[in-house]
């Protein structure tokens, strides 16, 4: 049977609240910065091991993607700010864009 389920193609598809391309720079930087540190031996200056540091640095780089790259407030930090620390109350109501989806479609009907 073929699917015809309508899609939602007006959304950037998301997982975990991030964007796919997000949430790869996130991914991506958390896996590199580990096998960095996982691979490089301590180098110490001072009497510090800096590998540790080094690899906070490349880790955050994903986290500061993300940060930069939300929808609508790249250029306007207040906006950004006001993201995550703004307080946003959710009212359940009916869609504001009721065209989004496909209604004219013959969907299948299941039987049990």
């Given at each position: 049977m073929?699917?015809?389920?309508?899609?939602n193609?007006?959304?950037a598809?998301?997982?975990?609240?991030?964007?796919?391309?997000q949430?790869?720079?996130?991914?991506?930087?958390f896996?590199?910065s580990?096998q960095?540190y996982?691979?490089?031996?301590?180098?110490?200056?001072?009497?510090?091991?800096l590998?540790?540091?080094?690899c906070?640095?490349i880790g955050?780089?994903?986290?500061?993607?993300?940060?930069?790259?939300i929808?609508?407030?790249?250029?306007?930090w207040?906006?950004?700010?006001?993201?995550?620390?703004?307080?946003?109350?959710f009212?359940?109501?009916?869609?504001?864009?009721?065209?989004?989806?496909l209604?004219?479609?013959?969907?299948p009907?299941?039987?049990e």
């Amino acid at each position: 049977m073929e699917d015809v389920t309508p899609l939602n193609l007006e959304d950037a598809p998301k997982l975990f609240g991030l964007r796919y391309d997000q949430l790869i720079w996130c991914l991506g930087s958390f896996l590199v910065s580990t096998q960095i540190y996982s691979f490089f031996s301590p180098f110490y200056v001072a009497g510090q091991d800096l590998r540790l540091y080094i690899c906070i640095l490349i880790g955050l780089v994903g986290p500061v993607y993300c940060v930069v790259t939300i929808q609508g407030a790249a250029g306007n930090w207040g906006a950004m700010l006001n993201h995550f620390t703004g307080a946003s109350v959710f009212i359940p109501g009916p869609d504001p864009n009721p065209v989004r989806f496909l209604i004219d479609e013959d969907l299948p009907q299941f039987l049990e």
